[in-house]
């Protein structure tokens, strides 16, 4: 399904899908009435960011602990990557510009067991294969082809995807939490994006006469990309 970006800056659209997902334990961030500054300051130094190559490292570390592959492909050509386990800091600081209420306050989140995770966005071949629909047809900006990422899918529709595709394999699929989402996403950075602080359409599909945290404008294609 398509979707881009990390998770405190992404569309609501359906980006992720995995399987084999482990609990998830959540440490709540600090209220007013249990103020403990330091513990919080431990949690979020403690959930450092980390380089691609460190990033690469602890997902060959787990592959080999778990004796699993890094990158598998299922029966329908989706290809997805090991995520290890882990913690980060959920959510944007409160000095990010343009940001959402909602993305704070920031928290230590910890997945305590690794899964695996969609690369790339389910393809309109891969959903019809499963789904035998194609709710994109004649939609606007969407595009026919293969390669082409679904669009114009529902929560309904994807929870169903990943119901027949769990029957059909025999084993789980289900969308990521939110968390897991942001976790994958950021990949050991703290940045409003994976790739850095601007968004102007170079390093992403984006409307790019509208830049977010630079001024540099960049393209603006008009539509979904293969």
Known sequence: ??????????????????????SIQIMAPMTRTLVCQDLLKVWLEDAHAFSPQEAVRRQEAAANSLGRPKVICNSVGMKLVLIPSGKFSMGSPASEGSRDSDEGPRHCVRISKPYYFGMYEVTQTQFESVMASRPWRGKRMAKDGPDYAASYISWEDAVEFCRTLSAKEGRMYRLPTEAEWEYACRAGTTTPFHFGKALNGEKANCDGRYPYGTEEKGQHVGGVTR
Request: hydrophobic share 30%; aromatic share 14%; proline share 0%.
């Open 1 to 22: 399904f398509s979707g881009s970006g990390n998770a405190s800056k992404s569309d609501s659209t359906m980006g992720g899908l995995g399987f084999w997902v482990g």
